[in-house]
Protein backbone atom coordinates (compact mmCIF):
# COMPACT_ATOMS: atom_id res chain seq x y z
CA UNK A 1 0.00 0.00 0.00
CA UNK A 2 3.15 2.42 0.52
CA UNK A 3 4.71 4.42 1.20
CA UNK A 4 7.88 3.41 -0.63
CA UNK A 5 10.02 6.78 0.11
CA UNK A 6 9.34 10.19 1.47
CA UNK A 7 10.35 13.94 0.35
CA UNK A 8 10.73 16.74 2.54
CA UNK A 9 10.01 14.01 5.61
CA UNK A 10 6.19 13.31 3.74
CA UNK A 11 5.45 9.98 3.04
CA UNK A 12 5.74 9.11 -0.95
CA UNK A 13 4.59 5.88 -3.19
CA UNK A 14 1.28 4.74 -2.39
CA UNK A 15 -0.38 2.26 -4.13
CA UNK A 16 -2.96 3.47 -6.73
CA UNK A 17 -6.80 2.32 -5.42
CA UNK A 18 -8.86 2.28 -2.09
CA UNK A 19 -5.97 0.65 0.24
CA UNK A 20 -3.52 3.13 -0.68
CA UNK A 21 -5.91 5.92 -0.35
CA UNK A 22 -6.65 4.45 2.83
CA UNK A 23 -2.89 4.37 4.04
CA UNK A 24 -1.99 7.72 1.94
CA UNK A 25 -5.14 9.59 4.11
CA UNK A 26 -3.89 7.95 7.55
CA UNK A 27 -0.27 9.04 6.86
CA UNK A 28 -1.66 12.59 5.99
CA UNK A 29 -3.33 12.93 9.23
CA UNK A 30 -0.77 10.97 11.36
CA UNK A 31 1.70 13.98 9.84
CA UNK A 32 0.15 16.91 11.20
CA UNK A 33 2.17 17.13 14.31
CA UNK A 34 5.40 17.18 12.29
CA UNK A 35 3.97 20.00 9.84
CA UNK A 36 3.00 21.85 12.56
CA UNK A 37 6.32 21.96 14.22
CA UNK A 38 8.08 22.88 11.37
CA UNK A 39 9.46 26.25 10.37
CA UNK A 40 8.14 28.29 7.79
CA UNK A 41 10.00 27.42 4.93
CA UNK A 42 10.07 23.99 5.53
CA UNK A 43 6.90 23.42 6.71
CA UNK A 44 5.59 24.80 2.90
CA UNK A 45 8.00 22.21 1.45
CA UNK A 46 5.91 19.29 3.44
CA UNK A 47 2.70 21.18 2.44
CA UNK A 48 3.89 21.55 -1.16
CA UNK A 49 4.63 17.59 -1.34
CA UNK A 50 1.51 16.57 0.96
CA UNK A 51 -1.29 18.63 -1.25
CA UNK A 52 -2.40 18.69 -5.15
CA UNK A 53 -0.73 21.96 -6.62
CA UNK A 54 -4.94 23.33 -6.75
CA UNK A 55 -4.85 22.49 -2.62
CA UNK A 56 -1.48 23.44 -1.06
CA UNK A 57 -2.01 27.24 -0.98
CA UNK A 58 -5.14 27.18 0.61
CA UNK A 59 -3.62 24.53 3.30
CA UNK A 60 -1.20 26.29 3.84
CA UNK A 61 -3.04 29.10 4.61
CA UNK A 62 -5.51 27.56 7.08
CA UNK A 63 -2.09 25.69 8.78
CA UNK A 64 -0.43 29.08 9.21
CA UNK A 65 -4.00 30.87 10.75
CA UNK A 66 -4.69 27.58 12.85
CA UNK A 67 -1.25 27.34 14.13
CA UNK A 68 -1.82 31.09 15.11
CA UNK A 69 -4.88 30.50 16.60
CA UNK A 70 -3.41 27.58 19.09
CA UNK A 71 -0.51 29.79 19.97
CA UNK A 72 -3.39 32.38 20.98
CA UNK A 73 -5.59 29.65 22.96
CA UNK A 74 -2.23 28.65 24.82
CA UNK A 75 -1.82 32.34 25.71
CA UNK A 76 1.94 32.93 24.62
CA UNK A 77 0.64 34.36 20.55
CA UNK A 78 5.02 34.50 20.40
CA UNK A 79 5.09 30.92 21.22
CA UNK A 80 7.01 29.23 18.37
CA UNK A 81 5.13 25.61 17.01
CA UNK A 82 8.43 23.96 17.80
CA UNK A 83 8.16 24.77 21.42
CA UNK A 84 5.00 22.86 21.37
CA UNK A 85 4.41 18.97 21.33
CA UNK A 86 2.08 17.71 19.06
CA UNK A 87 1.11 14.53 18.16
CA UNK A 88 -2.24 13.15 16.22
CA UNK A 89 -2.80 9.66 16.67
CA UNK A 90 -5.39 7.85 13.83
CA UNK A 91 -6.89 5.32 15.58
CA UNK A 92 -9.43 3.87 12.80
CA UNK A 93 -10.20 4.80 9.26
CA UNK A 94 -12.27 4.18 6.15
CA UNK A 95 -12.51 5.17 2.95
CA UNK A 96 -16.09 6.41 2.25
CA UNK A 97 -15.66 7.14 -1.87
CA UNK A 98 -13.13 5.57 -4.39
CA UNK A 99 -13.04 6.01 -8.11
CA UNK A 100 -10.75 6.24 -10.70
CA UNK A 101 -8.61 9.36 -9.49
CA UNK A 102 -10.16 10.68 -6.53
CA UNK A 103 -10.89 8.97 -3.29
CA UNK A 104 -12.27 10.62 0.49
CA UNK A 105 -11.02 8.80 3.24
CA UNK A 106 -12.70 9.36 6.91
CA UNK A 107 -9.85 9.32 9.83
CA UNK A 108 -10.91 8.89 13.74
CA UNK A 109 -8.13 10.44 15.77
CA UNK A 110 -6.56 11.55 19.20
CA UNK A 111 -4.72 14.79 19.04
CA UNK A 112 -2.88 15.89 21.92
CA UNK A 113 -1.15 19.01 22.33
CA UNK A 114 1.26 20.27 25.03
CA UNK A 115 4.01 22.90 26.57
CA UNK A 116 5.83 22.43 28.95
CA UNK A 117 5.75 26.56 30.25
CA UNK A 118 2.13 26.94 28.92
CA UNK A 119 -0.82 25.37 30.87
CA UNK A 120 -2.34 21.84 31.23
CA UNK A 121 -1.85 19.85 28.21
CA UNK A 122 -5.40 19.32 25.71
CA UNK A 123 -6.70 17.02 23.79
CA UNK A 124 -9.54 16.98 20.84
CA UNK A 125 -10.98 13.68 19.20
CA UNK A 126 -11.67 14.58 16.32
CA UNK A 127 -12.64 12.88 12.60
CA UNK A 128 -11.02 14.14 9.78
CA UNK A 129 -12.52 13.75 6.23
CA UNK A 130 -9.42 13.56 3.51
CA UNK A 131 -10.01 14.23 -0.42
CA UNK A 132 -7.31 12.58 -2.23
CA UNK A 133 -6.40 12.92 -5.73
CA UNK A 134 -4.15 10.44 -7.87
CA UNK A 135 -2.04 13.51 -9.23
CA UNK A 136 1.80 12.84 -10.40
CA UNK A 137 1.33 8.83 -9.97
CA UNK A 138 0.45 9.09 -6.22
CA UNK A 139 -2.91 10.19 -3.64
CA UNK A 140 -2.40 13.65 -2.76
CA UNK A 141 -4.41 15.86 -0.75
CA UNK A 142 -6.52 18.00 -2.28
CA UNK A 143 -9.43 18.74 0.48
CA UNK A 144 -8.97 18.31 4.07
CA UNK A 145 -12.28 18.83 6.54
CA UNK A 146 -12.27 18.02 10.56
CA UNK A 147 -15.15 17.40 13.03
CA UNK A 148 -15.12 17.39 16.83
CA UNK A 149 -15.38 13.47 18.09
CA UNK A 150 -16.64 11.19 18.14
CA UNK A 151 -14.98 11.81 22.02
CA UNK A 152 -14.61 9.81 25.14
CA UNK A 153 -14.92 10.72 28.58
CA UNK A 154 -11.90 10.40 30.56
CA UNK A 155 -11.81 7.82 33.07
CA UNK A 156 -13.19 8.86 36.79
CA UNK A 157 -9.81 9.84 39.67
CA UNK A 158 -7.69 10.34 36.33
CA UNK A 159 -5.06 12.52 37.23
CA UNK A 160 -4.30 15.08 34.32
CA UNK A 161 -0.51 14.86 33.58
CA UNK A 162 1.74 18.00 33.38
CA UNK A 163 2.86 19.97 30.14
CA UNK A 164 6.36 18.50 30.56
CA UNK A 165 5.32 14.78 31.18
CA UNK A 166 2.77 14.69 28.17
CA UNK A 167 5.54 16.78 25.98
CA UNK A 168 8.46 14.06 26.65
CA UNK A 169 5.81 11.20 25.74
CA UNK A 170 4.45 12.84 23.00
CA UNK A 171 7.96 13.47 21.42
CA UNK A 172 8.54 9.53 21.14
CA UNK A 173 8.26 7.77 17.80
CA UNK A 174 5.22 6.72 16.65
CA UNK A 175 4.20 3.13 17.54
CA UNK A 176 3.22 2.24 14.28
CA UNK A 177 2.79 3.62 10.74
CA UNK A 178 5.49 4.71 7.99
CA UNK A 179 7.86 6.17 10.93
CA UNK A 180 6.95 3.52 12.92
CA UNK A 181 10.95 2.63 14.86
CA UNK A 182 12.38 5.36 13.45
CA UNK A 183 13.84 8.51 15.14
CA UNK A 184 12.87 11.31 17.33
CA UNK A 185 9.27 13.16 16.89
CA UNK A 186 5.98 11.60 17.12
CA UNK A 187 3.00 13.19 14.59
Known sequence: ????????????????????????????????????????????DMIDVLATRRFAPELAGTTERQLAELADALGEVALLPPAVSWAEVPLTARVEEAGGDRARVEVWSVLVVASPEVGLPRQAWRTVTVDLVWEGGDWRV??????????????AAVAVSGGDEVATVAEW????GPSAGGGGGGG
Open 1 to 44: DGPTYTVHGVPRGWAPGRRGARAAGVSAVALTGEIARAGFITRG
Open 142 to 155: DGWAATPGPTPALA
Open 173 to 176: PPAS
